[in-house]
């Protein structure tokens, strides 16, 4: 069983989980605000921080609200347009994640922050719930991306 960008489970024990947002900024704008993660703590609500170098296999450590953190592997990177990082269950044999960040140019001035997730493995089916609701509050990043290159830097302590 599997998930398609609708939500409905495929039969392949993955699904596929899409997410995207629209900014009034270029896409090389877009992805330099995205890319410099010592900026997140300034304008994100979700994820309010990030360490770790764009290098294939490098642990990051992802700062969450609530004081929560995750802990991903960076997987590649294709330069102004894509993101890939990945979180391993078991090793991988319970299951993975992997999520990436792409920027798209939809116009002169626009751009668009499109997640994808694609989770497979037995805990995808199992543990559905609660991977999907962890990867639908990844959306604020897109919103406060958004709101960022608007000029509207509005994180306040009460976010």
Not at 107 to 113: R, Y
Not at 118 to 128: D, I, N, Q, Y
Request: glycine share 14%; with cysteine.
């Amino acid at each position: 069983m599997g998930l398609d960008g609708e939500g409905r489970f495929r039969g392949d024990n993955s699904c596929k989980v899409y997410q995207s947002s629209y900014r009034t900024a270029p896409a090389d704008r877009a992805w330099s605000v995205l890319v410099d993660t010592s900026g997140w703590r300034t304008w994100g609500r979700f994820a309010t921080g990030a360490i770790g170098r764009f290098e294939p296999g490098c642990r990051w450590e992802v700062e969450l609200e609530g004081e929560r953190t995750m802990r991903p592997v960076f997987l590649s990177m294709e330069p102004g347009r894509r993101l890939l990082f990945e979180t391993r269950f078991a090793g991988g044999w319970l299951g993975r994640i992997e999520h990436a960040f792409v920027i798209g140019s939809t116009g002169p001035d626009t751009s668009e922050l499109r997640q994808v997730f694609e989770a497979t493995g037995p805990l995808s089916v199992l543990a559905w719930p609660l991977l999907y609701g962890g990867m639908v509050q990844f959306d604020a990043l897109g919103d406060d991306l958004a709101r960022t290159l608007a000029g509207d830097r509005y994180r306040t302590s009460s976010s």
